[in-house]
Every structure is written in C-alpha cells, then in structure tokens.
C-alpha cells in the first residue's frame, strides 16, 4: 500500500518506508516553506486531510495517523514505532515533541509544547515554550489536554483529563485538574508470568519464518528467520511478507513490538 507521497510531502530530506500510506488529501512539510527532514518508517498509515506543519519530524514503523490530525511546530518532532493517534488530535511542536514507542494517543486530544498569546505591552505573565516528552507505552485515553509535562513509561490519562503536572510511570491520572488516581483504580498494566505470555502467543496463527523466542542468547541475528522475543516484546526486523503478516496479526491483537536494536 504506497502511494506517490512526492505530491504532498515538501521537505529537503525525505525517507519513506515500505509499505507506507499518505492519503493524497494529507500535507507534510514545514512551517515556513519545506521542512527541512521528513522520516517515515515501514508500514505506517497517515489519514485524510492530516497535516504535519513541522520542521524536522520522525515517525516510527507501523504508526496510524487518523484524520484531521494536526501536527505543528519548528522544533524537532519525534514519534516511536507503534503509536495509535486518534482523529482531531493536535500535536503542537513549538517547543519540541518526543513521543515513545507503543503510545495511544486518543481522538480529539491536544498536547502542547507551548503557550503564548496576551500582549508584552500590558505585561503578560503568561510566554514559555518548554519540550513535552511521552514516555514508552502511555496511553492517553481520549479527549485529553496535556501542558509541556513528562510522561513516564506506562502512565495512563483517562478520558477528558487535563494535564498540568508531570506524570509519573506506572500511576493512572483523571480529572480537570488531573490528579493521580492509582489508588482507586487498577493500574495500566500487571506483571504476568513467562507461561501466560506463551499462552497468549500460542493462540495466534505463527507463519513459517518466523520464530517466538524468551531470550537473546545464542540467536544469529542476522538469519533470514524473524525472531520475537515475548519477553522484551523485541524483533529482527527483516521485511519479510511473513513478519509484515505477523506484525499486522500482532497488531490486531494490540501487542506491540519494536525493532531488537542489534539487528
């Protein structure tokens, strides 16, 4: 599924990865002319009428971007593998955006970087751009504001929060103010055994070539074999039909992995 993305991308460094949608309505470039680095990893999908208005930006593999969504800034952008953003989010840059792997960001969110507005001539306490970074595997409901914050790895935002202060890993926020409700509610995520992971992955259709491991001991790497490690969600990333197939059966099943970094 890859489309002539040179109609609507305008930067002065384009990468695009295999099997990447742009849909034809969506425009890519930078906030005064072209950006100045466009990169897009393998098997991403951005929707009708996105706008990604920043400078340099960089999109993980197996990413979906749904509709209306709009990115914009003149600092850096950067979004892992496997994010879920949701239509009619905005994704303000201004002062610099990182996002991790495996992150979902639900429709109609906003995450800010910035604020800026009332007049210097009366004295406006209120201009500040500062960088807003999302940890690995946050899941931010739906309908959420987020300010310039850290985002530890795991934490979760429930539907309609609005968030002013840093999250921390691990812990679930909601509210207008947000505050951390971790102890009412069940957290995002449980420890569970090696054996129920087997189990999980056991129930799903595993092709030929491709091969469910527990550890990187004792692995070649470089075989033509795509191995998933079900302990540190990892995989060879080889680009085989096998492992796009597996990835996407992965997807459905909302389990997530990332490129092994030694492949």
């Known amino acids: 599924m890859v489309n002539d993305y040179e109609k609507n991308i305008y930067a002065d460094s384009i990468e695009i990865g295999v099997n990447t949608y742009i849909a034809p309505s969506a425009t890519i470039r930078g ?6 680095s466009v990169k897009i990893g393998d098997n ?27 990115f914009h800034g003149y600092k850096p952008l950067t979004i892992g593998h496997n994010a879920w953003i949701g239509q009619g989010t905005i994704i303000d840059s201004i002062g610099g955006v990182t996002i991790g792997n495996n992150c979902g960001i639900g429709a109609y969110s906003q995450l800010w970087s910035h604020i800026k507005y009332g007049d210097p001539l009366l004295g406006c306490n209120y201009k500040s751009e500062k960088p807003l970074i999302v940890g690995n595997d946050v899941w931010l409901v739906g309908h959420c504001i987020i300010s310039p914050v850290t985002v530890g790895d795991r934490a979760m935002a429930l539907v309609g929060s609005v968030i002013t202060k840093d999250m921390e ?7 207008s103010p947000a505050r951390d409700l971790t102890d009412k509610v069940p957290s995002q995520f449980s420890d569970i055994p090696i054996k129920q992971k087997r189990n999980i992955i056991s129930k799903l259709d595993i092709p030929a070539g491709v ?9 070649d790497t470089s075989s033509s074999i795509s191995y998933f490690n079900i302990v540190d969600r990892t995989y060879t ?3 085989t ?10 997807q459905s099943e909302l389990i997530k992995f990332v490129p092994y ?3």
């Open 31 to 36: 906030l005064n002319g072209n950006a100045k």
């Open 44 to 70: 991403t999908y951005i929707g009708e009428s996105v706008q990604i208005i920043v400078d340099e930006v960089s999109i993980g593999d197996y990413c979906k971007i749904h509709h209306h969504v709009n």
């Open 169 to 175: 890993e691990d812990r679930i926020y909601g509210g």
């Open 211 to 219: 091969k469910i491991i527990e550890s990187w001991k004792d692995v």
């Open 237 to 239: 990333k080889k680009l």
């Open 241 to 250: 039909p096998s492992e796009i197939t597996f990835m996407k059966t992965l």
């Open 261 to 263: 970094a030694n492949t």
